[in-house]
């Protein structure tokens, strides 16, 4: 039988936290050592270090990883990373550390003690190398971009090191039975006898659009992912909560038995577009998936990208960068004319013929607790989504 | 940009045809050779060779390619080959036939003399050896089925030897625009810029059931290529010349311009289940296809198969034996509850909740001029039908 696509880097998964038995006594340890305040985005990424979703990386980012990262998308020992994991502290802070001193990292929103650093080095990027980031990562350095608005509010020094989780925060169980590490996944996807797996990324609920993209998946694979976002959202967007039962209610009447998982992960969003998509797809060969669904302006935000450049991307990619693979389709909906789901690569008709309607009408008809048209959506899946907004 | 799927064994493709400006001579000079007897099936082969379908074979088996094929699917040069390509004669002419001697090869059908071959060797098969063959190939020796009887039916003596056509008979002409040869499906695949062409093998018109096949496959590869078998039918199957224009009605309403071909070419069917999935993959290699589309009892008849035989057979295969892939699709139908078109991969729900029509109720259905389902068929395409039997 076929394996699970392989960790990427090609060894084992490296899950960057301490032994459970150990937390308590490195936790305590860790409150007599300096401070260093995280944001939520490096919260998220300290997040994906301690479950090995970003494995093979030791923590955060030195300058040379940083610059090969930001330049080519490859470290500095030729290892392929699209989009730069670092840590910024402020420079009072960041001078009092000496050299491969330990240091806490806390969750600023929570002041939780999350994790002990060996501070390996420290770097100033300054305004230059900030606006560097945002030229070659997110394509653009204005500022009206949410992921390069967080780069440019970086505190000013970085500060790279090896990085041990103690403290894991609310998400394991907040999020009991979603929130699946890289090891579980892989020890499901074995069990289910599953050597192809497609990974759908979703921080909404879904509606038959997206049906259409998992059941595509479906069949050139052996089973779909659905895999949410469960780091911060979007103000507007609907939570975790309420869009996993949803997900849930779609899954249960309209799937095979068998042939769907569904998880959440504790990622930040940050919009990169076509870099984004990669790390998506780097991500989830960790969780041990050979395919990501990339459909039209994957993790992209107004205009910045092309509908397609986060599908034309992986195809500039040097041999052997990236196990897992695009599964690439274009824009899903009902057309009447097709008397079914079509994408544009399948469906000859006008725009006219097709069932779309906007995020923005959805909320409206929704939050008016209108039903929405079975082309659209499935009923078990509008019921879940009025009564939320009957609630709010 | 990426190639398209090189030709099966890696190197040319291999039209075993004269050039048109020596054939008439050379179909003069036939005249005079001894002539030997094809069958339908012979006849079909030897088009098949002429066209290059059969690359990279110089023409009809000997006894050691005969029996590797027959027992492991490999010639004795290692080649991957799936089903034994011979020809057969009575053993009063095989005797005449001296060594390395020149024969024409003569349709029976027509009387028209379509090749010259060089006898390079002849060996008779006896009882023993036919039911050696259906019993590898067809996985049966029951003369019910269709390809074991024809084996059966085979004249004593087998003749090996390098063929050169200097006839298609009446393919060409009859199909003109339909009749596409491996080198010119090559040139319109570059010509689109495909690189990766999924094959869909039919014999029948296609109903909904089909398109959604195709429909898959589009969002895979660049482009389909519905691939009609012109040989031999089976007694109560449409007419070429009426699928075709049911198919083009299908295209023209229901696909984006440009991402199909019609063609057609002069296979006969084995009904030889998992092992002809297999050699319908190796042609259409050579034909510049990526994929087939393998669905459920490929290539089958009765119930000889299993339903996903013709799929698994895939898998066993050692690397670099065939490069063209199975797009392994299961039973696609309409589903009411779906309320749209689905597959057994992706549907939960029951039989009930199915629309499908038996070949035998459609033929009713439209010869008494009713209507079908527009969940099962194309209006369009129903029209088409209605009139040929209309015209019956």
Known sequence: MSELVAPHGGGELKPLHHPDFERAEEAKRAESLKKVQMTSKETSDLLMFAMGAYTPLDGFMGREDWHGVCAGMKMKDGLFWPIPITLSADKDLADSIGEEEEVALVDEETGTVMAIMEVLEKYELGEDGKTFECQHVYRTSDTNHPGVQKVMDQRPVNLAGRVSVVNEGEYPEK?????????????????????????????????????????????????????QVLGKLKPGDIPAETRT????????????????????????????????????????????????????????????????????????????????????????????????????????????????????KQREMLAAGEDIPSEFSRPEVVKILQEFYRNQ
């Open 175 to 227: 999020y009991k039975g979603l929130y699946l590490r890289p090891t579980e996944t892989r020890a499901l996807f074995a069990e289910k006898g599953w050597s192809t797996v497609a990974a759908f990324q979703t921080r909404n609920p879904m509606h038959r659009s997206h049906e259409h993209l998992a059941k595509i998946a479906i069949e050139v694979c052996d089973g779909v992912f659905i895999h």
């Open 245 to 360: 039962v949803a997900i849930q209610a779609m899954i249960d009447n309209y799937f095979v038995p068998g042939t769907v998982i569904q998880a959440g992960y504790p990622i930040e969003m940050r919009y990169a577009g076509p870099r984004e998509a990669l790390i998506h797809a780097l991500i989830r060969q960790n969780y041990g998936c050979s395919h990501l669904i990339v459909g039209r302006d994957h993790a992209g935000v107004g205009d910045y990208y092309g509908a397609f450049d986060s599908q034309h991307i992986f195809d500039t990619l040097w041999d052997g960068a990236l196990e897992t693979k695009a599964l690439k389709i274009d824009i899903t909906f009902f057309c009447k004319k097709c008397y079914g789901m079509a994408t544009a690569k399948t469906c000859p008709h006008d725009k006219e013929d097709r069932v779309m309607i906007s995020g923005t």
